[in-house]
């Protein structure tokens, strides 16, 4: 027969086995809840015009791809899993931005090659016409610049395209239930105001975002981190 000392310590073994495999499976579910996806795009790396103008003199431009760099770190640091975003087409950005604001991003770089010998798309400071909408290319960058830095190279359309699909990949994540996530992406957005755009910004991710989830019945507030005022969101607000 078993002594008394060895059924407590295959007792007290069982048990220990038992509350191990509890707090495996309590830690499993605890990670499972605060995974994070976080919708990357690596097309965004290619937008990169070298410079700008800035008080009137061209300058480098200090928006970099490096930034997505750090983003990036920082958040697989954080414990994000990246995932590329699936596309959700022009029309949540449509439902924001201006179909003439839309169309020129999409067009104004080839055109201005047509008829300006240079390889970006940002010299000249706004000029608003009181006689209608300008139909040159370079009226029309001139038309949608809030500031001068604006700079477009051959694929800047392409890489705005899908940071926002990023944005809205997320918000649909959020209304399929998820309770945390993220977009990391670049070129920012806070500085576009639906048909103009200035600081290094094209298309507006946090609005079209907001905009996508508004029209499924989600209440939110924008928190806007930016050492910069989001005047564009503000605006489209």
């Excluded at 579910?29 to 015009?49: C, G, I, M, T, Y």
């Excluded at 477009?152 to 399929?176: E, F, H, P, R």
Aim: neutral net charge; glycine residues 6%; proline residues 5%.
């Amino acid at each position: 027969p078993r002594s008394f000392s060895s059924l407590r310590n295959d007792i007290k073994k069982n048990y220990d086995l038992q509350r191990q495999k509890d707090t495996t499976s309590y830690l499993f579910q605890k990670s499972k809840e605060l995974f994070v996806e976080a919708f990357f795009n690596d097309r965004q790396w290619s937008h990169d015009p070298k410079q700008c103008v800035s008080s009137g003199q061209m300058a480098d431009k200090p928006e970099q791809p490096k930034r997505i760099e750090v983003l990036r770190k920082g958040a697989i640091n954080a414990g994000c899993s990246l995932k590329a975003p699936t596309e959700f087409g022009i029309v949540p950005i449509s439902e924001i931005l201006s179909p003439r604001y839309l169309r020129c991003l999409q067009t104004v770089f080839t055109r201005w090659q047509e008829s300006v010998n240079t390889t970006e798309v940002s010299l000249y400071p706004p000029v608003i016409t009181e006689d209608g909408y300008p139909q040159s290319a370079i009226g029309q960058a001139s038309f949608h610049q809030a500031d001068t830095s604006w700079p477009i190279g051959k694929i800047t359309w392409s890489c705005a395209y899908w940071s926002v699909q990023s944005s809205i990949n997320l918000a649909q994540n959020m209304l399929d239930g998820s309770q945390r996530g993220s977009a990391v992406f670049r070129p920012p957005g806070n500085h576009d105001f639906g048909e103009a755009a200035g600081g290094f910004i094209f298309l507006n991710n946090s609005a079209i975002a907001v905009q996508y989830l508004s029209k499924r019945g989600a209440r939110l507030a924008i928190l806007d981190i930016d050492v910069h005022h989001g005047n564009g969101t503000q605006e489209i607000d």
